[in-house]
């Protein structure tokens, strides 16, 4: 069992930036893909980006160029850095973990952005 914990997220003016940390259980974090999912409220949880244990990252078209997926296995952590935050990125935030079909799901943490 691979316990997921975020952490970073609140309430940011439209244009502002925040990190979102995601801490994994377990010491084989290296082997997973990671990824960050959001769901905003009455719509479908959607990816938004996603990173594999070789480094290739892939993001919704909605976030290109403004969001960017990182790791460090040393920590067992992976991040999500956002830029030029827009109203529409307003969401609960969940961290995802995947090893051989296998996928475990974070608690999830609120980004509101507002002015």
């Known amino acids: 069992q691979v316990q997921l914990v975020e952490s970073g997220g609140g309430l940011v003016q439209p244009g502002g930036s925040l990190r979102l940390s995601c801490a994994a259980s377990g010491n084989i974090f290296r082997l997973y893909t990671m990824g960050w999912y959001r769901q905003a409220p009455g719509k479908e949880r959607e990816l938004v980006a996603r990173i594999t244990r070789g480094g290739s990252t892939n993001y919704a078209d909605s976030v290109k160029g403004r969001f960017t997926i990182s790791r460090d296995n040393a920590k067992n952590t992976v991040y999500l850095q956002m830029n030029s935050l827009k109203p529409e990125d307003t969401a609960v935030y969940y961290c995802?973990?995947?090893?051989?079909?296998?996928?475990?799901w974070g608690q999830g943490t609120q980004v509101t952005v507002s002015s």
């Open positions: 995802n973990a995947d090893h051989l079909d296998v996928v475990y």
